[in-house]
């Protein structure tokens, strides 16, 4: 109650005459509906020559689509009007849409809806409801009509409702501040969206109903249209344009009881309102551009270079260097022309357009229905009266409208398909005609591959064969040599050389040095010359073993060299000379054998302590 008692509502009684008169008063929603009360209020207000005088009719106005209101306020003024009569029971109320359980409602939250519809009802009075045929039949009306909001007012609604349905606002109480003239319409909202949002009971729908935006009265089966309310085509508009808050369409009800109005109706009506909420030129300016943006393009499309495909033209005899589309495309320039990034960009932007022209349609289809059911319940009670709803310029003039910029987006969308599917088609040809290019160019590198092969198969043959003649004049040279220098030796006239009766060497004692040391030297360095890697691979294998000697062996094998170079250069008899070698000999040899035992248990002592190291760790563990 601490929201209503600071919401204002306004009263209209209308006197009509000789001439029209009528008394406007505002007051506190709380005060109408749950204090003094319409009629009491009223009476205070009415001047003395109007104070028996019954008003022609009564107009209400209360501050916000709250059921809970409309429902009090009419059980409020039915009790004062006429005490015997009341409204439908429960079963009539929900057979005539007025039960909360027979409002719509959204996936994305809690929120609810009415159908867009006139409902007329007797009014009833006894305990039976029998309806009292004397008495005024009840008009309800849920007529749906455009309006606006700025982005900004919108984003502050989204979250404050966010909020209240997530249960994030601290519930208001009556000794809670009052809201009055310096109250923001924010805080206003917070107000009513927490105290109202949540006041339905188990299974019933919450009694207010807020605005929403078009796409919110459309696809009420999404769980959130939050991403296309910040799309819609007049607020991208707005948006871009200098000078221009953003703003965005919204689409409120108007609820009616008892009367009926056009004034919702001619909102946005060209004739009367100011240049800045022509929304509907929005639209088509939006779509004038996105076509005018479509011309350019094919114009461009028209002009760019090899859009003939002669295959004769240099354009399209793609270089040897060049080995792909893309880098064909970005050398001739074809790219920017083949891209549909900004056509794409265009048509979503058309469709979007074309979608919320259709919901705009859709509201303006639902005002009309409404307004024939109401057509309709008047006609119906009195045919002799012209009804003020037979046609309604601005709607009319508003749906014509709507179905002529369809018309244009529906082109603009035809239009982009086919200069989308031009380029598409342009760029699947030019890439079959690179890829035949590029099966040529590959086919003729095929060919100087197999030239290049052919080449270096020969250039190895012809290797081979020079390896081979190399190899045979290394064994000549390597058997050549030997007796070349055993022939040079014997030349020398040595006297030792046994020589006979004439002076010469004999053959036979020739033959058998030269041959025997020629055939010793030789054949190792044959041997080795036909088996390179093995005989590397034996040297590697030796110095590896050498290195891992210890110096002490060098010493012995040194010390001995030198003691038995020594003995046999001395001027001794041959006998001492063996006499004295031999036990040298032996030492070294017992000096090698110790120094192999101690270096067997030096590595036997230190995988012991090794060992035991890695059972005291495992214990350890």
Known sequence: MATCRGLQATIVD??????????QVSTSVYDLIYGRGPHATMNTARGYDLNDTEPSFRWYHLPANNLEWVEDLLERHMEEVDPGVRLLSEESRQEHGLSRHRHLRTKAGRLTFKRPETTCYPAKTDADDVADEDTADYIFSVVPFLHFDTEEAFDDMAKTLDEALEGRLAPETDDGPVINARTSPRQVQRRLLTEYIGSGGAGEAPSLQPRRTLDQYFYTHLGSTRQRDKDQVVLRYTGRTPGTEP??????????AHTITTFCIDTFDPHRVP?????????????????DACARSLQRFRSAPGKGFDERD???RVPPEISYMDDYRHSTGLGDHL????ETQQFVEIEDIRDELSILQLVLEDQGEVLRQMEEVLVGKDRTRPSPLAQNRVLEGHLRRIKKIEAMATRTSELLYHLIDLKQKQASILEALAMR???????????????????AQEQTDQAIKQGRTVLLFTVVAIVILPLSFMAAFFAIEIDVFPLNEYGKLDLGYVLTYMLSISAGLSIPFIFIVFNQDRVWG???GLRAFALRLPLSVYAVLLLMGVLLGTIWGLELDRTVKISVTIPVVLL????LIVIGLRKLFSIARQESVSSGSTIRRDSLL
Do not use: C, N, P, T
């Open 14 to 23: 209308f006197f009509i005459g000789a001439s029209e008169q009528r008394i």
């Open 247 to 256: 703003k965005l369409f919204m689409v409120d009800q108007l609820w009616l």
């Open 275 to 291: 240049e800045d909420y022509q929304f509907l030129d929005f639209f088509q300016r939006s779509i004038g551009k996105v076509r």
């Open 314 to 316: 240099s354009m399209y």
């Open 339 to 342: 891209s549909i990034e900004v």
């Open 437 to 455: 290019k590029q099966a040529d160019i590959l086919a003729l590198h095929a060919e100087e591959w197999a030239v290049q092969a052919k080449e």
């Open 538 to 540: 034996w040297l590697r």
């Open 588 to 591: 070294g040899v017992v000096s």
